[in-house]
């Protein structure tokens, strides 16, 4: 069975520009969560998708970044425009429904803004 | 809010040596604790897990106890390998698993 997957795995942008991150979970995993970690410091939560509802978006740290789950399955993460302080790894992650479910995550998209 | 706090890294140990990785958090009610290793190149896994005090969580060799008391779980491992080689995360939840809450990642080289 397949993993997270996450694309890119790598990207270098500049200042400015746009960056979409995808997300794929885990076939059948209705939860997914979008977690950063920037400058080697700790992985901070940014937001949790039930299907396609946002269920908790209290991470996001502003408006230029918008997350999207059509349909329910794979997700995206946009950041417009790209600032510095952006640069960091990018984690997906996925579940199962129940509360207290193992959660799986993915490698990390790692982004570096310049 | 909740909180975690890890020793900060990098640690660096000779083969077969004890690793200790000290884990504090703050948190209301009772949070689910977790450990998370990130070996290079690869996702975040979960090595262990503790859902209510006194409970140990183990795996490949390593082991934590919830310490309610002292509000700790701290990560062991009586014999550490090379392949051990990674980052640690210890985390908490407190909803029942939907929001995650990691500490700053403890590094560990081990040295042949």
């Known amino acids: 069975e397949a993993g997270v997957t996450q694309f890119p795995s790598h990207s270098v942008i500049e200042k400015g520009q746009t960056v979409t991150l995808r997300c794929d979970p885990i076939?059948?995993?209705?939860?997914l969560y979008w977690y950063r970690r920037v400058m080697g410091k700790e992985i901070k939560f940014l937001l949790h998708f039930v299907k396609e509802s946002k269920q908790d978006e209290s991470g996001m740290p502003n408006n230029r970044f918008l997350a999207e789950r059509t349909g329910g399955t794979y997700s995206t993460l946009k950041v417009q425009p790209a600032e510095l302080e952006d640069s960091g790894v990018y984690f997906c992650?996925?579940?199962?429904?129940?509360?207290?479910?193992?959660?799986?995550f993915g490698e990390g998209s790692w982004l570096t803004v310049v | 809010g909740d909180s975690v706090t890890q020793m900060e890294g990098p640690v660096t140990l000779s083969e077969e040596a004890f690793l200790t990785i000290n884990c504090t958090y703050t948190a209301t009610g009772y949070p689910s604790l977790f450990w998370y290793v990130q070996y290079p190149g690869e996702g975040l896994q979960l090595l262990l897990k503790a859902t209510k005090a006194d409970d140990k969580g183990s795996n490949k060799g390593f082991e934590a106890t919830y310490r309610k008391e002292t509000t700790s779980f701290h990560l062991e491992k009586g014999s550490v390998q090379v392949s051990d080689s990674a980052v640690y995360f210890c985390a908490l939840s407190n909803t029942g698993g939907f929001k995650t809450i990691f500490g700053a990642g403890t590094r560990l080289f081990v040295k042949a």
């Open positions: 992650a996925s579940s199962q429904g129940a509360r207290g479910n193992t959660i799986y």
């Open positions: 076939s059948g995993h209705d939860n």
